[in-house]
Each structure stands twice: as structure tokens, then as C-alpha cells.
């Protein structure tokens, strides 16, 4: 069974950053970021493939980047400029199949880590 652990979450001002960080015990296909606010169903935000392949949701685009290790071990998140309704609790996932933002495409999943935005 793959392990996945998130850790970097928080709480910043209005157009602040923060980095999550998530590492598997075994790297996927496609590793990727999904985010789930209270009362809302959860979301693809980023992922990234084996080859480098990068995936973003259009209302992170530009501001969000997506990274991992040569390993594929280690995935980074860096959030820039961000909003209010960034907040959410953010998973990271492992998906051993074709890669996107689909959750149904990810296997292994995190317990998710907490980002909260406001002033």
C-alpha cells in the first residue's frame, strides 16, 4: 500500500504564499493536488507526470507551480497570491494510470493538510 503524507499547510494574509509538501512511499505515474472546502465537493487543482507533463485548474493558473524530485518521491505545491477561496483542506494524491486532474485517475490518497486564507 502506498504511504502518502502532506505537511505545509497554514494560515496567511491575503496575497501570501505557502509551499505544501507531500512524499510517497512509492512514486506514481501522476502525482497531483486536490483540495476540498467545507460544504464543497473536492477539486483537482495540480498534477504532475512521470514525464514532467504539468496540469493545473484554470482559477490556479499562474499562480500555483507543481514539482517533484527526480525520485518522484516528493511533490511540492507553491502557492502564490493567494485568495480567500484557496482555503480548503489540500490532499495529495498518487495515481499509477494516465494523468490529470480526475480523482478517479488516483489511487493512493493523503489525510490532507489545512490552508486557510484571510485577513
Known amino acids: 500500500q502506498v504511504q502518502v503524507v502532506e505537511s505545509g499547510g497554514g494560515s496567511v494574509q491575503p496575497g501570501g504564499s505557502l509551499t505544501l509538501t507531500c512524499i510517497v512511499s512509492?512514486?506514481?505515474?501522476?502525482m497531483g493536488w486536490f483540495r476540498q472546502a467545507p460544504g464543497a465537493e473536492r477539486e483537482g487543482v495540480a498534477s504532475?507526470?512521470?514525464?514532467?507533463?504539468?496540469y493545473f485548474v484554470e482559477f490556479v493558473r499562474g499562480r500555483f507551480t507543481i514539482s517533484k524530485d527526480n525520485a518522484g518521491t516528493t511533490l511540492i505545491l507553491q502557492m502564490n497570491k493567494l485568495r480567500p477561496e484557496d482555503s480548503a483542506l489540500y490532499y495529495c494524491?498518487?495515481?499509477?494510470?494516465?494523468?490529470?486532474?480526475?480523482?478517479?485517475?488516483?489511487?493512493?490518497w493523503g489525510q490532507g493538510t489545512q490552508v486557510t486564507v484571510g485577513s
Open positions: 504532475i507526470s512521470s514525464g514532467g507533463s504539468r
Open positions: 512509492k512514486p506514481g505515474n501522476c
Open positions: 494524491a498518487a495515481g499509477f494510470g494516465r494523468c490529470g486532474l480526475r480523482e478517479r485517475d488516483f489511487t493512493a
